[in-house]
């Protein structure tokens, strides 16, 4: 994976300012590489590669990652950003009809999304008022083509044309955009004709019908298994009709994501659907990160995130172990250490990997484990400035003040105060075995 391999290559780099020239362009050879494995096509892959590779260098690199995870990001970022551009839902605020014009390659699943769309539009889903729609099927090809859209139609309780026997496609548009206006559609959907590949009749036959229907929304339909093949039929369809949007078909299969990147760009224009199964709610909005999550490798991009992390933790606790070695560590550290320990879920990971730390996790379990943990905030929040700095200056006297302010008792400010004192031992044993580092290839 994308991770993986640019992991390996640049470890080494770790820790320089910024991403110079170099690191980027070895970077986005694997970045490439990674694209072309997901199904982006080969000129996609290239001009993407391209305008990243601009964008990336001299960005400065994150202090704890390396230089070829911040290169991980920045495409994710990218891809991102390409995918959601101008994102928007179908734009049908015409005086009625509203016309869609459903276009592609035969068996991209045309017919399917058309009733999935008008079921979608006359349910009134995600609080948009209710649409009155009408069906229209111009696909006189293939047999049954048009009964299969009457079938779909009773299914999502969607009206369709009735079908004449003969009509040509430009014949059944006309008399579809006219019973809408005549019945009062708020939107007309037309379903048209695909060919396994693309070619000139079937174009011409698409030109006319737009002529006539001059549709709000023109989309392609596209499967996303499509892969090298999408960016020839996303020319071929944009080059005849004015495209307003694309829909993605089988993004349930084991569809790489590639073709989104690839029909995004080639057509300018926005992804509006994925289509996720044959069932006729299985219509989703597109959603760009999924797809670019997909497209570098999901589970990698997540366990990067974790690693990172991991790595915030480790330097922070070394630092953190620097400061107590050197009597440093006030009730303010032990207050960050805290947060800290909730971000994470609670007590365990640092303190549990440590021997020296467990007689401090003790004294933590004893005092209530992870729900004391926001009540020994509120003590420390009570505290003085110089009480935080100082702990030794918190006498009777104070701890009284400090448990009322805090709404706890003296007992637990003991506790507190114990647990820090506890934590200061252990960090200076810490330190004479070599630090949190040394320790934890001692652990193994
Ligand atoms: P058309 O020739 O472009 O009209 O394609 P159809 O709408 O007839 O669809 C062809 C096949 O693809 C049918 O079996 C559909 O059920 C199936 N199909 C369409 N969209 C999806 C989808 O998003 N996921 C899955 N799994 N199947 C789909
Ligand atoms: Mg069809």
């Known amino acids: 994976s994308l991770s993986d391999r640019l992991g390996g290559v640049f470890d080494r780099l770790r820790g320089r300012g910024a991403l110079t020239e170099a690191d980027v362009r070895t970077a986005m050879r694997e970045v490439r590489v990674a694209l072309l494995e997901a199904d982006v096509a080969l000129p996609v892959a290239r001009d993407f590669v391209d305008k990243v590779t601009e964008q990336a260098i001299g960005q400065n690199v994150l202090r704890s990652i390396t230089p070829g995870q911040q290169v991980v990001k920045i495409v994710h970022d990218a891809l991102v950003a390409m995918l959601g551009a101008d994102a928007s839902e179908l734009l049908l605020d015409v005086t009625p ?3 869609v014009m459903m276009v592609g390659l035969q068996g991209s699943g045309k017919t399917t999304t058309t009733a999935k769309i008008a079921k979608r539009l006359s349910s009134g889903a995600m609080g948009r008022e209710r649409k009155k729609v009408l069906m229209a099927s111009l696909d006189v090809n293939r047999p049954a083509a048009q009964e299969q ?7 999502v309780e969607v009206s369709t044309l009735p079908i004449i026997a003969g009509q040509q496609p430009v014949e059944i548009a006309r008399r579809a955009l006219q019973a809408a206006k005549l019945q009062g559609y708020d939107v007309l959907m037309l379903d048209t004709a695909g060919r396994l590949h693309v ?3 079937l174009m011409d036959e698409m030109k006319a019908v737009a002529e006539i229907a001059q549709p709000q929304e023109i989309l392609l339909v596209v499967d996303s298994l499509t892969g090298q093949d999408a960016v020839n039929v ?3 369809f944009s080059e005849q009709v004015p495209l307003t949007g694309v829909v993605l078909t089988r993004m349930d ?3 790489r994501g590639g073709a989104a990147l690839s029909m995004r760009a080639v057509t300018g224009k926005p992804i509006k659907f994925a289509g996720v199964g044959e069932k006729m709610d299985a219509l989703e909005a597109f959603h760009p990160e999924r797809v670019a999550g997909r ?7 997540v366990s990067l995130v974790e690693r990172a992390a991991e790595t915030i933790q480790q330097e922070d606790a070394e630092r953190m172990a620097m400061k107590m070695a050197k009597g440093q560590f006030d009730l303010n550290d032990l207050r960050g250490q805290l947060a800290q320990m909730r971000r994470m879920g609670g007590l365990g990971a640092l303190a549990g990997m440590m021997p020296g730390m467990k007689k401090a996790q003790n004294a933590l379990n004893d005092a209530g484990g992870d729900k004391i943990l926001l009540r020994m905030d509120a003590i420390i929040t009570s505290m003085t400035v110089k009480e935080r700095a100082k702990p030794e200056l918190v006498n009777a006297k104070r701890k009284i003040r400090i448990a009322k302010g805090s709404g706890t008792t003296v007992q637990d400010v003991n506790k507190l105060l114990k647990m820090h004192q506890e934590m200061s031992t252990a960090m200076k044993k810490i330190k004479k075995m070599g630090g949190i580092k040394g320790m934890m290839s001692m652990l193994g």
């Open 199 to 201: 070619d000139q009749a």
């Open 295 to 301: 497209i570098l490798g999901m589970g990698d991009v």
């Open 234 to 236: 996303a020319t071929s």
């Open 149 to 155: 859209l009457a079938t779909l139609g009773t299914q």
């Open 253 to 255: 299969g084991d569809a």
């Open 97 to 99: 009809p509203a016309v």
